[in-house]
């Protein structure tokens, strides 16, 4: 784990820093945060010719460097003024700790970059995301450096703090999900769930093979078939809000996606390790929830296992009975998030009074060709609470764009033989087709939207808080907002 897990806040005057960076922003009308006028003339006339020049334009994250008196400072733009909002601030104080680890600086100083906005936890959040590097598998020293004290002058600490942990537990989704799939295993899911579960509000269960087969889970059980790596059926459950209804989570947690039987192409094959992120947001809103404690019932379910190649795997044409008792055609094995789903969507139904059902996958490539790396595709079934999760998408800077789940679609994935099967129209309407999927597990009435994160999970524009190559921790940020956490 490497990330910042602590921000100091002090009142103090900048003219009594002894950083080893200080960081000012500059917005860009050319004016800056509050301590800028403080360093003194010398700062002043370096910074008006940087100006002058057309190096400092104040773009949000860009960064120059001036050295003035023995000291490093670091101006970071802001974009302008009046566009101010805790996107730019998060992705500024980004920018402000990555200008930190760039110069291996172990001690920074932040000028607050909050005026103009309603709280300084984007700050909180900034800082911790911009510091996250995933180093466990580097062995040498030379490759790693992780920054020691940063402070943020003139900031509320209460909102840093927030702040602070949601950014940790977004770091928790990318360590996590970044693991490659020999050693974030189905068991490591359960071991990492039971270590966060260290408040007494929080309760884990995990069933192993023979207990959700016995148990009529035969969506997990048959795309567990395939593998020998010992699958898990994870419960998580946060009781701390009284009679309230829980709010469900269901995330799919499968740790390896060979494709099965129907098997993918060579190229690329390895992110498929990436395949249990939808599980990562449920834990990582779960290690949010242990370290705030808010008044909250939530309930999160981890269906989890690897899709192999042995030679019991479950084959094309194969018929399942899922836990709510429906039977599903299996035509493709390589559709199996759905199918594990199908049993996690069905017991979250059963088992709880559910106020909703939010579930999170890795679905399907089809949404990385209509929506990119940009957006998560979102279906659901109740207007109110789609509209709660745009709400909470502009809120958290997390985009999500809607596709329908209109009766012509939900027809293409009923069966012949069977209730339905576990693909639509050959070449047509991917993303929808999983979605209607996983309609037919939803018990009737309840609020229900689908995240099919296959685009935003990984492989997004690098950002100053999303470093290359790693995991983005997509929607943990966003069911925070949501929950009111
Ligand atoms: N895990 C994949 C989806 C995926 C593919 C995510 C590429 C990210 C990048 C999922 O299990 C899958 O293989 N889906 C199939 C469904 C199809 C067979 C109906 C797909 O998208 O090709
Ligand atoms: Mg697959
Ligand atoms: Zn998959």
């Known amino acids: 784990m490497s990330h910042i897990s602590n921000i100091n806040v002090s009142n103090g005057s900048i003219k009594d820093i002894n950083t080893e ?8 009308d050319k004016s800056m945060t509050n301590s800028g006028s403080e360093l003194g003339l010398n700062f002043k006339e370096a910074i008006s010719s940087a100006i002058e020049v057309g190096d400092v334009k104040g773009k949000i994250g860009e960064v120059n460097y001036f050295y003035i008196n023995n000291q490093r400072i670091a101006v970071i733009g802001l974009g302008k003024k009046e566009d101010i909002s805790e996107n730019t601030v998060r992705l500024a104080s980004g920018a402000a700790i990555r200008s930190t680890i760039s110069k291996k600086a172990k001690s920074v100083t932040i000028d607050c ?9 984007a700050m909180g959040e900034g800082i911790v995301l911009g510091s996250y590097q995933f180093l466990k598998y580097k062995t040498k020293d030379k490759n790693k450096f992780e920054p020691g004290n940063v402070t943020v002058l003139g900031a509320n ?44 509000a929080m309760k884990v269960t995990v069933f192993d093979r023979e207990e959700f087969t016995e148990m009529g889970m035969g969506g997990l ?28 989570l269901v995330g799919k947690g499968l740790t390896f ?62 018929i399942l009975t899922a836990y709510n008792g429906k039977t599903i055609e299996v035509l493709n094995t390589d559709a199996e998030g759905r199918v594990i ?7 979250a139904s059963k088992h709880y009074d559910p106020e909703y059902i939010l579930d ?53 994935v009923q069966s012949e033989i069977a209730d339905v099967k576990n693909m639509g129209a ?7 087709a999983g979605g209607a999927f996983l309609k037919e597990f939803v018990g009737e009435n309840i609020p229900w939207v689908h995240f099919d994160i296959a685009g935003t999970a990984w492989g997004a524009k690098p950002s100053s808080i999303n470093p290359k190559g790693s995991a983005t921790g997509w929607g943990v940020r966003l069911v925070l907002d949501m929950m009111k956490v």
Not at 274 to 294: E, I
Not at 341 to 347: C, P
């Open 360 to 412: 999170f996958a890795t679905l399907t490539g089809a949404v990385v060709i209509s929506l990119g790396h940009v957006a998560t595709g979102v279906m659901g079934t109740n207007d109110e609470l789609i509209k709660k999760v745009k709400d909470s998408s502009s809120a958290s800077g997390e985009k999500v764009w809607e596709l329908p789940l209109w009766p012509e679609y939900c027809k293409q």
């Open 426 to 432: 050959p070449m047509q309407a991917g993303s929808i």
């Open 221 to 248: 059980a048959g795309v567990a078939q395939g593998t020998d790596e010992p699958p898990k059926f994870i419960i998580m459950e946060y009781n701390n809000g009284g009679d309230e209804k829980p709010k469900v």
């Open 113 to 121: 970059f909050c005026s103009g906005i309603e709280s300084c936890q």
């Open 21 to 28: 960076l200080i960081c000012i922003g500059i917005y860009k």
């Open 157 to 200: 600490q209460i909102e840093i703090d927030r702040g602070c942990a949601i950014g940790s537990s977004v770091c928790f989704a990318r360590d996590l999900s970044n693991n490659p799939g020999n050693i974030a295993t189905p068991t490591h899911l359960a071991e990492s769930a039971k270590k966060i579960s260290n408040t007494e």
């Open 341 to 347: 789903l199908a049993d996690g969507l069905s017991y």
């Open 257 to 318: 996606d060979s494709g099965g039987i129907s098997i993918k192409p060579a190229s690329k094959m390895d992110e498929m390790k990436y395949d249990m992120c939808g599980s990562t947001v449920v834990l990582g809103v779960f290690h949010a929830l242990a370290a705030l404690k808010p008044e909250l019932n939530v309930v999160g379910i981890i269906p989890s296992t690897e899709n192999l190649n042995g030679a019991k795997a479950y084959k094309p044409g194969d």
